[in-house]
């Protein structure tokens, strides 16, 4: 493994560790929940039902 290859694997595991933070606050702050009625509300929109 090169130096171009072992920095890209680093900074791979590094976005991976920062989103999966991201996610876990959001997740405790109850971001979730929000995001799927969303989500629920635009599909329903889309398809013609709501």
């Not at 290859?5 to 996610?23: C, H, N, P, Q």
């Not at 799927?36 to 709501?50: D, F, M, W, Y």
Request: charged share 20%; glycine share 12%.
């Amino acid at each position: 493994m090169d130096a171009r290859e072992k920095r890209t694997r680093i900074i791979g595991w590094i976005v991976f560790v920062i989103a999966l933070t991201m996610m876990g606050i959001g997740i405790a702050r109850g971001e979730a929940s929000v995001v799927l009625t969303k989500a629920t509300s635009i599909c329903t929109q889309c398809i013609g039902i709501g």
